[in-house]
């Protein structure tokens, strides 16, 4: 199709919105892609209706890949389901609530869990009517305390919400796999950076949950992720360790961290001298069990840092020397440890010896405990709180913390090294809800032996029109939006330059060859407009090809420009069609 600047419903703008605070925000209105209609309301212009159909597209095409089928809801709803399942005192001030002529509640609906049981629950009765996944894309309604950042947060927006249904926990868990994989090829088809992070399932109940989050900094999400491809929403994460700690004037040769380091070497020496294994000298790694390891700072002072017992043999060290101080200890067993609340902050339990291990009740120590920078990872056995003085942080009896507390280079909880905080927005979050939508509005099915059963369902949402701003803001640049080829409203942005009438008869007969081979094209054909204008409207509304027809025509030359890059090639007129497709 082509598409023709004189005549498109579009006014680019110099000035951004006074309330934008992002960048994908200022540039949508800019470039003519939406306008606020209210707080966190927004309509859509013909070129933002594009790329919104782009994105939907590329989300109705994923999901029938996996089977998935289309329906529609209202979203103006009825009180009563969401009554049954506690959401309508749950949501509070957080949902759209209004009442009929006759005084009767309604609500626009946040998310449709509610009306996608109670449909399956009119029409199916039987295991063999499983598993089903059905899906819609709709408006929603959620009144944001704060809706902010243009589409990003918005107080109605569109999500593509989908459901499945299956009877036994297998068959849900096979659902929610193949959702997810369908959300993998979503994301990266969007052509934009994004991370998979374990997720807390939150007010929507259930177990097993994952989000799906665009990298920038533009987003209201915090999320830690490993070297070793660990990540997790922050409110999800759960282990902790707080942050190493360096003590000052400690010996370079000793603030080295890595189990070879002279001071793990010093200790494996200082055990082969004074507490020789009747098997083989001790080495790295070996476990030590019940002895006070404590380190004595450059000032005098004493720390207790480690309490264990040697080893798999009962050995009973009662002092270790060098950087090490000797402390007098008898053996102590967890129960007589908590009589000692000074040294549980030391306390690490049976031990690798210069290896990060887990024990049994998961204690941890790292080796950086004999090198002078301190690192205690876990909950004590009692699943009583463990406070590291040092750093401040509280430990529960899982072994997590306050979301916000979570520090940069903690280490992640499957060891798969130190932990980077980063900001995301959450582009879409699957969910295992299990029983409790199913249980709460009676949805039952009968099994194989006519027994009834509950079903278990999964529910699966991506923010759409979030989905916009957010591929705009991953992608955009100092000039403009910057769209990535799938989801851009265009293919090619062609630009007449000039009074050349020439010029504009092989720009408008370019386009049409251009429409003939598949290739939807914005013509710049206004005819009075300047170069520089066209250029500057081009940039902003960031279609990924900007073909010229200008001045070099005369040797039958086309310029055409990669947006992103900015690289520029010279084309030969004749070629530019098959250059283009
Ligand atoms: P958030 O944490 O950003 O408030 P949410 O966890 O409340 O989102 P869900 O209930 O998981 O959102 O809804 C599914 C998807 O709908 C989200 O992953 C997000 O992409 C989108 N979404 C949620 N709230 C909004 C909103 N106010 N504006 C635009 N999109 C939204
Ligand atoms: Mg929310
Ligand atoms: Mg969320
Ligand atoms: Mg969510």
Redesign the pocket.
């Known amino acids: 199709m082509i598409a023709r600047m004189s005549t498109l419903f579009v006014r680019t703008l110099r000035e951004s919105p006074a309330d934008a605070e992002v960048a994908s925000h200022k540039l949508l209105v800019r470039a003519g892609y939406i306008r606020r209609a209210a707080p966190?309301i927004y309509s859509w212009l013909p070129l933002g209706l594009r790329v919104l159909g782009k994105v939907e597209g590329i989300i109705r095409e994923e999901m029938a890949a996996i089977g998935s089928q289309e329906v529609h809801f209202p979203a103006l709803l009825p009180r009563e389901p969401y009554e049954a399942t506690g959401r309508w005192t749950e949501y509070g001030d957080g949902i759209f609530r209004l009442e009929d002529r006759k005084g009767a509640d309604y609500l626009l609906g946040?998310?449709h869990e509610e009306m996608f049981t109670l449909l399956v629950k009119d029409l199916y009765g039987s295991y063999k009517d499983l598993p089903l996944a059905i899906y819609q894309i709709q408006t929603?309604y959620?009144d944001?305390a704060r809706?902010r950042a243009g589409?990003?947060?918005?107080?109605e927006?569109?999500?593509k919400?989908s459901y499945s249904f299956d009877y036994t926990d297998e068959g849900l868990e096979a659902a929610y796999q193949a959702h997810r994989a369908a959300y993998v090829k979503v994301f990266d088809r969007l052509g934009f950076e994004y991370v998979v992070v374990k997720a807390t399932s939150?007010?929507?109940g259930g177990s097993a949950s994952e989000?799906?989050l665009a990298v920038s900094e533009a987003g209201?999400?915090t999320f830690v992720r490993s070297p070793g491809g660990y990540a997790a929403n922050v409110e999800a994460v759960t282990t902790l360790a707080p942050e190493p700690i360096s003590y000052e004037g400690v010996p370079a040769a000793h603030a080295e961290d890595t189990p070879d380091t002279p001071t793990i070497q010093t200790l494996v020496d200082h055990l082969n001298e004074a507490y020789p294994r009747e098997d083989r000298p001790w080495e790295a790694g070996d476990t030590l069990k019940n002895v006070l390891l404590t380190l004595r700072h450059p000032d005098g002072t004493v720390e207790p840092l480690a309490v264990g017992v040697p080893g798999d043999r009962d050995v009973d060290i009662k002092r270790l020397e060098g950087q090490l101080e000797p402390i007098e200890v008898e053996p102590m067993d967890d129960v007589e440890l908590k009589k000692h609340p000074e040294l549980v902050k030391g306390y690490i339990g049976p031990q690798a010896l210069g290896e990060e291990s887990a024990s049994g009740i998961r204690y941890l120590v790292d080796p950086r405990v004999v090198t002078g920078t301190r690192w205690v990872t876990g909950a004590n056995v009692e699943g009583k709180h463990v406070i590291d003085l040092v750093a401040g942080r509280d430990f529960t009896p899982d072994g997590t913390i306050e979301a916000a507390e979570v520090r940069e280079g903690d280490p992640a909880p499957d060891g798969s090294g130190p932990l980077t905080l980063a900001r995301g927005?959450?582009?879409?979050?699957v969910?295992q809800l299990g029983r409790k939508y199913a249980d709460a509005l009676g949805l039952q099915v009968l099994d194989e032996n006519g027994k009834l059963v509950t079903v278990t369902m999964g529910s699966y949402?991506?923010?759409?029109?979030?989905?916009v701003?957010a591929v705009a803001e991953g992608t955009l640049d100092d000039i403009g939006l910057a769209w990535p080829r799938n989801v851009a409203p265009y293919d090619i942005h062609l630009v007449a330059t000039g009074k050349d009438a020439a010029i504009f008869e092989a720009a408008e007969k370019l386009a049409g060859e251009l429409e003939a081979a598949g290739v939807d094209v914005l013509y710049d054909d206004r005819p009075k407009v300047s170069p520089g204008v066209k250029f500057k409207d081009a940039e902003l509304i960031g279609v990924p090809t900007i073909v010229t027809v200008g001045k070099g025509l005369v040797e039958g030359k086309i310029e055409v420009k990669d947006r992103k890059s900015g690289e520029k090639t010279e084309v030969a007129l004749d070629d530019v069609v098959a250059h283009l497709i």
């Open positions: 966190g946040p998310t929603k959620r944001e809706p589409l990003l947060r918005g107080r927006f569109i999500m919400d939150g007010a929507m989000e799906f209201e999400d927005i959450e582009m879409g979050h969910f949402g991506v923010g759409v029109t979030r989905a701003a």
